[in-house]
T-cell receptor
Framework: QQQVKQSPQSLIVQKGGISIINCAYE??????FPWYQQFPGKGPALLIA?????SEKKEGRFTISFNKSAKQFSLHIMDSQPGDSATYFC??????????FGTGTRLTVIP | DVKVTQSSRYLVKRTGEKVFLECVQD?????MFWYRQDPGLGLRLIYF???????EKGDIPEGYSVSREKKERFSLILESASTNQTSMYLC?????????????FGSGTQLSVL
């Protein structure tokens, strides 16, 4: 059973556009929601993370929006660049427990 | 920078072979993890370890075992490899007090079992 559901599976965006990746969860005890970015041939790397006491967190062109009542969170990439082309994973965890990852979204940014 | 090194980038083994995947981290991290990554399934946790000689089962431990004799080294063992264990295997480590602290991943080992 997938603890964190991620969509879309793949996404193609024009350079300069906004990329949006969505995740949903059921376990209301989750209290940590990171996003990882993975380039081909590399392991995933932490991109940005949020805790449920805030509804939004922004780091440069990357923003996490968090909707606690809907049990959803999303990653927005503003002014998407070809260098952003990668696979993105959302994840969630409860307390000090291990992360549950989503299934991943392959983002392609077309020049 | 934290470095997590996996011994092999690509590995081809035969069904029934015993397979060892090695992982070394250089930042004195307490926590180490083994994940497998499959298309459409994301990352799934196989085993993890909070300390030397300690190990805990993750979500999909069947067919695998692990060994952590030294703090910096965490090995994944496939006792008798099967074709359904063909996958990308990722090792990760983290410091801090909780396992969901920032994970540092190695580049992965693509294992093919024929």
């Amino acid at each position: 059973q997938q603890q964190v559901k991620q969509s879309p599976q793949s996404l193609i965006v024009q350079k300069g556009g906004i990329s949006i990746i969505n995740c949903a969860y059921e376990n209301t005890a989750f209290d940590y929601f990171p996003w990882y970015q993975q380039f081909p041939g590399k392991g995933p790397a932490l991109l940005i993370a949020i805790r449920p006491d805030v509804s939004e967190k922004k780091e440069g062109r990357f923003t996490i929006s968090f909707n606690k009542s809907a049990k959803q969170f999303s990653l927005h990439i503003m002014d998407s660049q070809p260098g952003d082309s990668a696979t993105y994973f959302c994840a969630a965890s409860k307390g000090a427990n291990n992360l549950f990852f989503g299934t991943g979204t392959r983002l392609t940014v077309i020049p | 920078d934290v470095k997590v090194t996996q011994s092999s980038r690509y590995l081809v083994k035969r069904t029934g072979e015993k397979v060892f995947l090695e992982c070394v981290q250089d930042m004195d991290h307490e926590n180490m993890f083994w994940y497998r990554q499959d298309p459409g399934l994301g990352l799934r946790l196989i085993y993890f370890s909070y300390d030397v000689k300690m190990k805990e089962k993750g979500d999909i431990p069947e067919g695998y075992s692990v060994s952590r004799e030294k703090k910096e080294r965490f090995s994944l063992i496939l006792e008798s490899a099967s074709t359904n264990q063909t996958s990308m295997y990722l090792c990760a480590s983290s410091g801090g007090t909780g396992p969901n602290e920032k994970l540092f991943f190695g580049s992965g080992t693509q294992l093919s079992v024929l």
